[in-house]
């Protein structure tokens, strides 16, 4: 049996990280089955009740390992250019990625977002790791470039990001909330966790561009979620729940990743700040309008030809946010066909890694 360490941005509950962590799993256990161990470290016990975890401490799976894969996601990049996030960045993965860069084991690493890194110590983490990585596949040309410009001279392969090619065949587990609460209008869900840093800026310009377009649309129904169970992030879409009373909106609570995916299925629009809420609503054809908080945000809707629908919302104008809503109504649904396959890439690239192992041709 190989044990293998899958390594990744799994220490907590929201939507998007579990996604990527279950496609993952999915995808490792249904082409090796009991061939395979996939040890992990710091998840989140939330986890624990929807797919499969064997935890242990970062020296404990360093130790066991046979081989080590970087999971998707973007743990190798920071959202702003301050001190803090990179010291942050250390703390929550850059020792423990440098310990397995010079542990002389086998890793490769799959489907990361790479960048910005802004500081010297955090851009040498990555430097050294994705030298020293048998296979390297990121998610976007922008992480691709980062990394070339910091020094990472290997060939590095560029495929989308997991969960855009991700088939979501664990959504019958999603709950009814849409048919217990009677919605007969269209959906519009709009998920806003970023704070506002300066009166009259960012968020506060977004939710009074939401309350214009749904004056105009009463066609909809706005929906406020939140994507995970951590009490401030709760908190705060409870704010802006309340800050948008005068358009009667409804409100989600996180109950399961079934039952946020049954959600998204059922919606009709979406406007968010975060990513991948974002990436399953564009998987399933939805019309989405992103805030970003993140400049890995822009990159995604780039990539998919969405960019006039994506802005980062510390720069966001007054009207802007309402004049994308506007436009993605009549925007054409986009075939994506191409995109998907091209994410399932990550999910070939690790199966052949591990496969070379299993057979001793490594």
């Not at 922008?142 to 979501?168: C, K, M, P, T």
């Not at 890439?345 to 057979?359: H, I, K, R, T, Y």
Request: charged residues 25%.
């Amino acid at each position: 049996m190989l044990n293998l360490y899958l390594f990744g941005s799994f220490m907590n509950d929201n939507f998007g990280d579990f996604l990527i962590y279950e496609e993952e799993i999915r995808c490792l256990y249904a082409r090796f089955g009991d061939k395979i161990r996939v040890l992990t470290t710091d998840i989140s016990p939330f986890y624990d009740k929807y797919t499969r975890v064997e935890r242990m401490s970062h020296r404990e799976a360093l130790r066991e390992a046979d081989v080590i894969v970087f999971g998707g996601g973007g743990y190798f990049g920071v959202g702003v250019p301050r001190l803090v996030p990179n010291i942050q960045f250390m703390q929550l993965f850059g020792r423990r990625a440098l310990s397995i860069a010079k542990s002389g084991k086998p890793f490769m690493v799959a489907g990361v977002g790479a960048g910005p890194l802004n500081y010297g110590f955090s851009r040498n983490v990555a430097r050294q790791v994705f030298e020293r990585a048998k296979v390297v596949s990121v998610r976007d040309v922008e992480s691709r470039e980062f990394l070339q410009q910091i020094g990472v001279e290997r060939s590095i392969e560029v495929h989308a990001d997991w969960i855009l090619g991700a088939q979501y065949i664990w959504d019958q587990q999603g709950d009814s909330w849409v048919s217990e609460n009677c919605i007969k209008r269209k959906i519009m869900l709009i998920h806003l966790v970023t704070m506002s840093e300066e009166k009259g800026t960012g968020v506060e310009i977004v939710i009074e561009d939401i309350k214009r377009f749904c004056r105009e649309h009463g066609e909809y129904q706005p929906v406020i979620l939140c994507d995970q169970t951590k009490q401030d992030v709760y908190d705060r879409t409870k704010e802006v729940y309340r800050e948008l009373t005068e358009v009667s909106p409804m409100y989600y609570p996180y109950r399961t990743p079934g039952g946020m995916l049954a959600l998204i299925k059922a919606a009709d629009l979406i406007l968010t700040d975060k990513l991948h809420l974002g990436i399953v609503g564009i998987n399933l054809g939805k019309k989405v309008v992103s805030v970003a908080n993140h400049p890995k945000t822009l990159r995604l809707y780039k990539q998919v030809n969405r960019e006039s629908y994506c802005t980062l919302i510390r720069t966001i104008k007054k009207g802007q946010a309402y004049q994308m809503l506007q436009a993605v109504l009549d925007a054409p649904l986009m075939d994506i066909s191409k995109i998907k396959e091209d994410a399932q890439q990550n999910g070939e690239l690790v199966c052949g890694f591990v496969n070379d192992f299993l057979s001793g041709n490594r």
